[in-house]
């Protein structure tokens, strides 16, 4: 298994700024990928982020609102640029096993809310 | 779209076995089964997965039908932690995680 941390744990935002999530993991990955989580819903997958290669975006979610960067094998942050209190949600970062049947691991969540 | 279906909440005593249901009658060959849990506040968290066979580990066991359309995770001996939200994913092994709304499972004392 990995162990992932993020950074912050939760924050609390104005409107209209931006906020930088960083993804730590305890070992090298080729997959990461960005989830949202809003109040009292599923998990929704912003966007894969492999080293070496821009981000892919999922449907609904683009580069200029989510900017990612994958500088190496065990780092990644997400941007929530320009907030607005829509943007509340819980935003986790998950690694897949490099081999295997590639399970998934999450890390604890950065619990943001915007004001 | 999920391509499970699990009912929204159960209750079960602390103590006793807990069975969660998934029926996944579209599976493909290819596809695996896979559970993790989400405790309240914290990033969903890898229980364990299957595909034909059944399988057990430290955490609980997965009982996946023959026919493999449906498939039961028990947690032996519930404790009041095991209370969350398990979620049922069928995927091929390289494919990704799709979330449906999962069961939430309150365990009582």
């Known amino acids: 298994s990995a162990v992932i941390s993020q950074k912050p744990s939760r924050d609390i935002c104005q409107r209209g700024t931006s906020l930088t999530i960083q993804c730590q993991v305890d070992?090298?990955?080729?997959?990461m990928f960005w989830y949202r989580q809003q109040p009292g819903q599923s998990l929704t997958l912003i966007a894969t982020?492999?080293?070496?290669?821009?981000?892919?975006?999922e449907s609904g979610f683009v580069i200029d609102k989510f900017p990612i960067s994958r500088p190496n094998l065990t780092f990644s942050t997400l941007t929530v640029s320009n907030m607005s209190p829509e943007d509340s949600s819980i935003y986790l970062c998950?690694?897949?096993?490099?081999?295997?049947?590639?399970?998934?691991?999450f890390g604890p969540g950065t619990r943001l809310t915007v004001t | 779209d999920a391509k499970t279906t699990q009912p929204p909440s159960m209750d079960c005593a602390e103590g006793r076995a807990a069975n969660l249901p998934c029926n996944h009658s579209?599976?493909?060959?290819?596809?695996?089964v896979y559970w993790y849990r989400q405790i309240h506040s914290q990033g969903p968290q890898y229980i364990i997965h299957?595909?034909?066979?059944?399988e057990t580990n430290e955490m609980a066991s997965l009982i996946i039908t023959e026919d493999r359309k449906s498939s039961t995770l028990i947690l032996p001996h519930a404790t009041l932690r095991d209370t969350a939200v398990y979620y049922c994913?069928?995927?091929?092994?390289?494919?990704?995680?799709?979330w449906g709304a999962g069961t939430k499972l309150i365990i009582k004392p």
């Open positions: 070992s090298q990955v080729t997959m």
């Open positions: 982020a492999n080293q070496g290669s821009e981000a892919t975006y």
């Open positions: 299957g595909l034909k066979n059944n």
């Open positions: 998950s690694v897949r096993a490099n081999r295997g049947t590639y399970e998934q691991y």
């Open positions: 994913i069928v995927r091929e092994s390289n494919y990704q995680l799709i």
């Open positions: 579209t599976i493909s060959g290819n596809e695996y």
